[in-house]
């Protein structure tokens, strides 16, 4: 929630069109305008200022002009870390992948990406139908080499050497000081989930072996 939506809009990148959809120019990006609902929302904007806003971000990143200026580069970097470390590869196609823009046009906005959605392709899922399949030396960016998330995603975080240092400072700091809360957090929610994970077996013929997965 901004506390003037008068020019904010949220996207989504997903293959699955819906109203206020377009491809991006230099990428060919499935962009979903989430919001505002053009006719229902108060909004200064129009589907062309939008549109227009967005093929000159994506553009930049496509030419490597100086696209940070664009970009909350801390948000950019948590929500790359959040799918990488799960290893979600939505993003490659790309679908259920969010970013929003609280003033389109005004040059101090920036594209806040995330948040961080979906999952059910996550955990080595991808290529394989089972989870905890993937090593945690696998390349995010390996998935989907050719389609327009990847292509772009790619870009976006190893063209720009200040954007680099940024992802790598943040997953030294989190595997410095959050790694163990995060293993314990599995172990925990393990104990709390394991009989629901026990009866989804019996339904779904799914869920036999977590315990082996937690580990």
């Known amino acids: ?118 999952f059910d392709w996550a955990y080595g899922y991808e290529g394989s139908s089972s989870y905890c399949t993937s090593g945690a030396t696998k390349d995010f960016f390996s998935y989907h080499s050719g389609k327009s998330g990847n292509r772009f995603y790619k870009k976006l975080l190893r063209s720009s050497e200040w954007i680099k240092y940024r992802y790598y400072r943040l997953w030294e700091e989190f595997i410095d000081k959050h790694l163990d809360e995060l293993i314990d957090f599995v172990d925990e929610y393990y104990a709390y989930a394991r009989s629901s994970f026990v009866n989804n077996y019996y339904k779904w013929s799914d869920g036999y072996n977590y315990d082996t997965n937690v580990a």
Do not use: C
Request: aromatic letters at 16%; zero cysteines; glycine letters at 6%.
């Open 1 to 118: 929630d901004f506390d003037d939506e008068s020019r904010a809009v949220l996207f989504e990148l997903d293959t699955y069109y819906e109203s206020g959809q377009f491809d991006s120019y230099s990428y060919g990006l499935p962009v979903n305008i989430k919001d505002p609902e053009f006719g229902e929302d108060e909004t200064l904007l129009d589907y062309y200022d939008i549109k227009d806003e967005f093929n000159r971000f994506e553009t930049a990143v496509y030419n490597n002009a100086n696209y940070e200026r664009f970009v909350d580069m801390d948000m950019l970097v948590r929500d790359m870390l959040v799918n990488d470390l799960v290893l979600n590869t939505e993003l490659g196609h790309p679908k259920s992948s969010f970013l929003s823009r609280e003033n389109m046009g005004h040059m101090k906005s920036r594209y806040v990406f995330g948040p961080a959605w979906d």
